[in-house]
């Protein structure tokens, strides 16, 4: 099994509706993050989490909210979603000062019509 | 956060030794330099982390001079699969940082030809 697991990994909703995107990791972790990728463009930092009882904005949160329901489990939402969002989310763990490596998860690719 | 700059894209041959450098002239003490490799619609993977001087690991090597304002990624003998977009980030990854949080650029596409 991934280390980080996004579900879905493809998803196409209508403008207005509200979605849900998830993130499950098993490494221990208590750092997670969320970044959206745009085609030919980098990632960028939409939120993040040191802790379950901790959530920070990131470089693009506006449309966006997050949910930290468990260490494990670090969820996404668009609460009305414009077609401006459409593009691939990564969800990423990082153990910090042991495990500095951030690890990524496939991906969800979300297009919104 | 100390911003990067990179190539935005590279072209090299199978066999040859890659160098990709990246400046980031307003390092902060505590920052780290860190590279990673992401492949069209994967995640982005962790190649390299270094503080000064030179690492190196299985995959590749991170050369970090002195003032620590640049640093160089060497792939040695890429092969085609090493096509892929090279990301170089800054930033404190120490428990407690306030800045543990990478902010990616825009990469630096490498392509290899047979």
């Known amino acids: 099994d991934a280390d980080v697991t996004q579900t879905p990994r493809n998803r196409i909703t209508k403008t207005g509706k509200r979605i849900m995107l998830e993130c499950s990791q098993t490494k221990g972790h208590d750092r997670m993050y969320w970044y959206r990728q745009d085609p030919g463009l980098g990632l960028r930092l939409i939120y993040y989490s040191f802790d379950v009882k901790d959530i920070n904005k990131g470089e693009i949160s506006d449309g966006y909210s997050v949910s930290r329901q468990a260490q494990a489990k670090f969820s996404l939402s668009l609460e009305s979603a414009i077609p401006n969002q459409t593009a691939l989310y990564f969800c990423a763990t990082s153990g910090g000062w042991e495990d500095y490596g951030y690890t990524f998860g496939s991906g969800t690719r979300l297009t919104v019509v | 956060l100390a911003k990067t700059t990179q190539p935005i894209s590279m072209d090299s041959y199978e066999g040859q030794e890659v160098n990709i450098t990246c400046s980031h002239n307003?390092?902060?003490?505590?920052?780290?330099i860190t590279w990673y490799q992401q492949f069209p619609s994967q995640g982005p993977r962790f190649i390299i982390q270094g503080y000064k001087t030179k690492v190196t690991n299985e995959v590749a090597s991170l050369f970090i001079p002195a003032d620590r304002k640049s640093s160089t990624l060497s792939l040695p003998r890429v092969s085609l699969s090493d096509t892929a977009v090279y990301y170089c980030l800054v930033g404190d990854i120490g428990y407690g940082g306030a800045t543990n949080k990478l902010i990616f650029g825009t990469g630096t596409l490498l392509a290899v030809q047979p």
């Open positions: 307003n390092i902060a003490t505590n920052d780290y």
